[in-house]
């Protein structure tokens, strides 16, 4: 047996207990964490130090540094993510349809969690803690396997949990950590379908594509954020530049960032005019089709074919002219990821119509997609944003974690 079979089988093992645990038990464990995350924060801070040093050390991105970056203040962050977790409703149990059938039969529907659950992540400390307590709140045992670059941040922040759930009178096993950050783990991991129930990954493009198309364990893509924002000829222009801006800069690295504008051709100019100027505060680097470049000079550079699929999780934003809504609405079904589409414009009916039309698991009119997040939706923390159509789709929190079961009530009836 290898090592990840028998952390398998121990966390099988550890999921028929926390399953029946009850609500109570779990909040303690949730309160346990959040109090060990506080208490001992400088020793997560200390392994998170190495682990920054030794991706400067490597050549990081700074946008990727910043994801893996853990402050004091992220930190209480973190935290404050867990506790709005205990104060969720806990989904298990619940019923959520009841019916009495004509032969007297009594038959609801009860949500249950999924089992055991497999997170593949990359170079994000905090999804380490945000992965255990939706977990655990939803009676799921999780199996985190992050990625070299935070290894040392997130053993240290393991070690930490499964004390905080032993002396909560839970199994430490409820959350462990995959020790090997190399491929052939990750590959055996995929294919751990024996003790696994749902494998999901969060990190980009390629990540994410490689386990959906290797996996043999049932996958949930998350993550993928090819995202759009179009400005319409009837858009409030200084609204959609700001609009623009917090999308592309506020946190360019994260999976709701913008990294496509569409611009209808009749404000192409005077758009670009007031949009740049406050770009420009971050150097955001502009490929643009023809009709942009002409507008912008040597401000734009010529975008390429494979500019109009990238998720660049960078300073970095791909400008694209349209004639109208309708090409905005094509262009975005053909390139997008599902993920979140934004439309800025004053007229209701061209709203509705994108509404409607565009493919995604949210769709904004005059707002930011980097709202797409579990905190801003009030589910508390979230463990992704699933871009699929099953078994979830968007934010995906407690109840996104859960599967159902038939619960039968008869009285002597045969068929």
């Not at 998170?48 to 853990?70: F, I, P, Y």
């Not at 609801?108 to 055991?116: A, D, E, I, Y």
């Not at 000079?297 to 999780?313: H, I, P």
Request: aromatic residues 4%; hydrophobic residues 40%; contains cysteine.
């Amino acid at each position: 047996m290898t090592a990840l079979q028998r952390q398998g089988t121990a966390a099988k093992a550890a999921s028929y207990a926390l399953s029946t645990a009850g609500t109570a038990k779990k909040n303690q464990a949730l309160e346990a964490i959040a109090q060990i995350l506080t208490d001992c924060q400088e020793e997560w801070l200390s392994a998170n130090a190495e682990d920054v040093a030794a991706a400067k050390a490597a050549g990081m991105r700074s946008a990727m540094l910043d994801r893996l970056t853990l402050t004091p203040d992220r930190i209480a962050g973190i935290v404050e993510g867990v506790r709005q977790v205990i104060a969720l409703p806990d989904p298990i149990g619940r019923a959520d349809r009841t019916e009495t059938r004509p032969n007297g039969l009594i038959i609801s529907r009860r949500r249950v969690p999924l089992g055991v659950i497999a997170i593949i992540f990359e170079a994000r400390p905090n999804v380490t803690v945000d992965a255990a307590a939706l977990c655990l709140k939803s009676g799921n045992v999780c199996i985190l396997r992050g990625g070299k670059e935070a290894i040392r941040s997130n053993r240290a922040v393991t070690v930490l949990m499964r004390k905080a759930l032993a002396s909560a009178g839970l199994p430490e096993d409820c959350v462990s950590l995959v020790q090997d950050t190399g491929h052939e783990t990750a590959n055996e991991l995929m294919h751990l379908e024996e003790y696994v129930d749902v494998l999901i990954p969060r990190g980009g493009a390629g990540l994410i594509r490689t386990v959906a198309k290797e996996a043999s364990v049932p996958v949930i893509r998350t993550g993928e954020g090819v995202c759009h924002i179009y400005i319409d000829g009837e858009a409030d222009l200084d609204m959609g530049a700001e609009i623009l801006y917090n999308a592309k800069c506020s946190r360019p690295s994260v999976c709701n960032a913008v990294e496509c504008v569409l611009i209808q051709e009749d404000v192409l100019e005077p758009f670009l005019k007031r949009a740049v100027p406050l770009l420009d505060r971050y150097r955001v680097e502009l490929r643009c089709d023809e009709k942009a470049r002409k507008v912008l000079g040597e401000r734009g550079l010529s975008a390429a074919e494979s500019d109009w699929d990238a998720e660049y999780d960078d300073y970095i934003l791909a400008v694209r002219t349209v004639r109208d809504m309708e090409e905005a609405i094509a262009f975005i079904n053909a390139h997008g990821t599902q993920h979140s589409e934004s439309i800025i414009t004053a007229n209701y009916f061209k709203a509705q119509r994108f509404l409607d039309a565009v493919d995604a698991a949210a769709v904004y009119v005059n707002a930011s997609t980097r709202f797409t997040d579990g905190g801003e939706f009030g589910l508390g923390a979230e463990i992704g944003i699933s871009t699929q159509k099953m078994h979830a789709r968007g934010p995906m929190g407690l109840e996104e974690l859960t599967s159902c079961k038939y619960v039968v009530y008869g009285q002597g009836q045969v068929r």
